[in-house]
C-alpha cells in the first residue's frame, strides 16, 4: 500500500523550503520557487518535517504559506502546551517539605508526582525528617501503592487483620 500523498501550494513570491527524509537516511528539500508552485509529499513525511521546525511560527504548513489542495486534510501536531510536563523539583526543593508540620506535610503529598514522593522517601532517610513525617510518609505511599501479589494481603492491610497485629 503507497503512502498517501498530500499536495501543498505556495501561497507566496519566495521560496519555500522544507527538509524530508530521503533515502538511506539522508535529507531532501523539497522546494517551491514562487505563488503557485507545488509539492508533493507524503503525510508522515510532513509530520517529520513539521516536528524538525522550533518555531511554529516558520512551520509553512501551519503559518499559511503553503495551502493544501490535495491529499487527506492534515492534522496539526500536539503544541507544547498540550502536555502536562512533569514534576521537576531539586533535591533541595524538595527538602523543603521536611518544614512543614506533619498536618502540611501529609497534605503537601498529595499534589506531589509519584516520583517525587518516592524521592522524598529517598530523602528522608539521608537529610532525616521528623518521626511523623516518616510516619505520614509511610502510610501515604503505602494507601496510594500498597505492594500485593495477587490474592496477599499490602502490607498495610496485614498490620490492621487481627493475624497482623504483632507487625
Known amino acids: 500500500m503507497a503512502a498517501a500523498v498530500e499536495i501543498w501550494e ?12 530521503g533515502p538511506r537516511d539522508t535529507v531532501k528539500k523539497l522546494t517551491t ?17 513539521e516536528e524538525g521546525i522550533r518555531n511554529q511560527q516558520n512551520n509553512p504548513f501551519a503559518n499559511g ?5 490535495g491529499g487527506e486534510a492534515r492534522i496539526p501536531p500536539p503544541r507544547d502546551d498540550d502536555f502536562v510536563a512533569p514534576q ?4 533541595e526543593e524538595l527538602a523543603i517539605f521536611f518544614t512543614m508540620t506533619p498536618e502540611e506535610f501529609g ?20 537529610k532525616g525528617g521528623t518521626v511523623a513525617q516518616q510516619e505520614v ?3 501515604y505511599i503505602e494507601e496510594q501503592w500498597p505492594i500485593t501479589s ?11 487483620s487481627p493475624q497482623g497485629a504483632a507487625l
Open 65 to 69: 504559506k503553503l495551502t493544501q489542495i
Open 10 to 21: 505556495s501561497n507566496v513570491d519566495g521560496r519555500i523550503s522544507v527538509n524530508t527524509p
Open 33 to 49: 520557487l514562487g505563488k503557485g508552485q507545488r509539492i508533493r509529499i507524503t503525510a508522515e513525511h510532513r509530520e517529520l518535517a
Open 88 to 91: 521537576q523539583f531539586s533535591d
Open 150 to 160: 495477587g490474592d496477599t494481603q499490602s502490607y498495610r492491610e496485614m498490620r490492621q
Open 137 to 139: 510518609l509511610r502510610e
Open 107 to 126: 497534605a503537601a503529598l498529595r499534589e506531589l508526582s509519584e516520583a517525587n514522593v518516592r524521592r522524598l522517601e529517598t530523602l528522608v532517610r539521608e
